[in-house]
């Protein structure tokens, strides 16, 4: 059965923290991506990653940086928690091929900054 | 950058109703993708078009990607209350990578 897995169903954190959500898969995939997702707006891509160390902005990479150390795992971290970055946080996986293959989400992390 | 709009944002139907959700992208797009987000779930694959025109059903579930390959619908035909969740477009966003680029998403209500 395959697997993306986060490492927080719900997390709290103050504004200003250093917030880390990791993200690990299972499935040998090459490609992994941070979405968020607010009602109205669908997902957004934050950064997406095709290889180890390798990484693209997506559309809302203001205020993220993310780290791909190894080919399963994808860390988002966020440098200065602010209020604006509460949100469902999604976290996805898929291989790497000529035309887009079907992508695996993890069971999302809700985050709220106070 | 690409943008892929969906409408409506929401709708509402009672069971046994047909409902479709419409995407539009404001690029030509080589694929498009379906997912479905239940509740309190996460998005979860339902089917990818590839070609121009191209037509696929699913049980009572009708897809299809526009001619030009800018556009794409889903259809379904007689509602039930499972079909309840978010419905959501994806495509490629540009580049020789597999950036995947989301709609906004329907959000799909059904009254038994």
């Known amino acids: 059965d395959v697997k993306v897995t986060q490492s927080s169903r719900y997390l709290v954190k103050r504004t200003g923290e250093k917030v880390f959500l990791e993200c690990v898969q299972d499935m040998d995939h090459e490609n992994m991506f941070w979405y968020r997702q607010d009602p109205g707006l669908g997902l957004r891509l934050i950064y997406f990653s095709y290889d180890v160390k390798m990484k693209e902005k997506g559309d809302i990479p203001e205020g993220y940086s993310v780290s791909r150390e190894k080919k399963e795992r994808f860390s988002l971290i966020l440098e200065s928690a602010s209020t604006n970055q509460t949100s469902m946080y999604l976290c996805a996986s898929s291989f790497r091929s000529w035309g887009n293959t079907e992508a695996f989400f993890g069971q999302g992390t809700r985050l709220t900054v106070v | 950058g690409q943008q892929v709009m969906q409408i409506p944002q929401y709708q509402h139907v009672q069971e046994g109703e047909d409902f479709t959700t419409y995407c539009n992208s404001s690029t030509t797009l080589s694929n498009i993708q379906w997912y479905k987000q239940r509740p309190g779930g996460h998005p979860v694959f339902l089917i990818q078009?590839?070609?121009?025109?191209e037509v696929k059903k699913q049980k009572r579930l009708t897809f299809q990607f526009g001619e030009a390959k800018k556009n794409s619908s889903l259809h379904i035909t007689a509602t039930q209350t499972t079909d309840v969740g978010t419905y959501f477009c994806a495509g490629p966003g540009g580049g020789a990578t597999n950036k995947l680029i989301f709609g906004t998403g329907t959000l799909l209500a059904v009254q038994p």
């Open positions: 078009l590839v070609k121009s025109g």
